[in-house]
T-cell receptor
Framework: QKEVEQNSGPLSVPEGAIASLNCTYSDRGSQSFFWYRQYSGKSPELIMSIYSNGDKEDGRFTAQLNKASQYVSLLIRDSQPSDSATYLC?????????????FGQGTELSVKP | GAVVSQHPSRVICKSGTSVKIECRSLDFQATTMFWYRQFPKKSLMLMAT?????????EQGVEKDKFLINHASLTLSTLTVTSAHPEDSSFYICSAIAGEETQYFGPGTRLLVL
C-alpha cells in the first residue's frame, strides 16, 4: 500500500460544478496535511493546509480531514477552467521530522467550459 | 506567502559538464530546504533534504557524489549536477520551509543535457 494515495484521474467536471479530490494516507500518526496545485510545466503552489479534523474553508476551496478514516479531501466550488491542473496531496507523517512530506501521485483535474 | 526563487529557470548543457542550481528563500530564513526532481507526467521525487550548516540527507538511490548539495546560509541552497548526462535531464524543484513546517516551492529549473 502506498503511503499517500490519490486517484490519478483525469477527473473531468463542467464549469461551475463542484470538484471533489480525495486522498488517503497510511500513517495514522500523521499530523499535517497539504494540498498543492501544479499547472503543467510549473512547480507546485500551496492551496491549503489542514491540521485538525473537520473542514477548513478558503474562498472556493474547502479541505476536509478525517483522521479516524485517514482521509483528506479538497472540494473546489464553482469550478473554473483555470482550476484545470494536477492537485497533489501531501502528508507530514510525523511531527518534528523537519517538515519532510510524502506526496501522492496527484489527481489531474479538467474543468470543461 | 513565502517566496522561493530558483536560478536558472532553464539550462542546456553538454554531456560531461556540471550545472549548479541555486535556491533562495527571499523573505524568510529557511533552516531546511528540499530538492526534488520530476519527470513528465510523474509526481515529485524527493532527492535530498538540505539543512543549513550540515551535510545534506539523501534519499535512497540518489547518488550524493552526483548531486552535490550545499546549504551555506539560511537563505541559499545549491544543487550541483556533476558530470551531467542526458538521463539527468529533468525538472528540478526546490522547496523551503516557512512557519509551521509548510513547504513553499521554487519555480523550478528545467535541465536539458545534450
Amino acid at each position: 500500500q502506498k503511503e499517500v494515495e490519490q486517484n490519478s484521474g483525469p477527473l473531468s467536471v463542467p464549469e461551475g460544478a463542484i470538484a471533489s479530490l480525495n486522498c488517503t494516507y497510511s500513517d495514522r500518526g500523521s499530523q499535517s496535511f497539504f494540498w498543492y496545485r501544479q499547472y503543467s510545466g510549473k512547480s507546485p503552489e500551496l492551496i491549503m493546509s489542514i491540521y485538525s479534523n473537520g473542514d477548513k474553508e478558503d474562498g472556493r476551496f474547502t479541505a476536509q480531514l478525517n483522521k479516524a478514516s485517514q482521509y483528506v479531501s479538497l472540494l473546489i466550488r464553482d469550478s473554473q477552467p483555470s482550476d484545470s491542473a494536477t492537485y497533489l496531496c501531501a502528508v507530514n507523517p510525523m511531527k518534528n521530522q523537519g517538515g519532510k512530506l510524502i506526496f501522492g501521485q496527484g489527481t489531474e483535474l479538467s474543468v470543461k467550459p | 506567502g513565502a517566496v522561493v526563487s530558483q536560478h536558472p529557470s532553464r539550462v542546456i548543457c553538454k554531456s560531461g559538464t556540471s550545472v549548479k542550481i541555486e535556491c533562495r528563500s527571499l523573505d524568510f530564513q529557511a533552516t531546511t530546504m528540499f530538492w526534488y526532481r520530476q519527470f513528465p507526467k510523474k509526481s515529485l521525487m524527493l532527492m535530498a533534504t538540505s539543512n543549513e550548516g550540515s551535510k545534506a540527507t539523501y534519499e535512497q538511490g540518489v547518488e550524493k557524489d552526483k548531486f552535490l548539495i550545499n546549504h551555506a546560509s539560511l537563505t541559499l541552497s545549491t544543487l550541483t549536477v556533476t558530470s551531467a548526462h542526458p538521463e539527468d535531464s529533468s525538472f528540478y524543484i526546490c522547496s523551503a520551509i516557512a512557519g509551521e513546517e509548510t513547504q513553499y516551492f521554487g519555480p523550478g529549473t528545467r535541465l536539458l543535457v545534450l
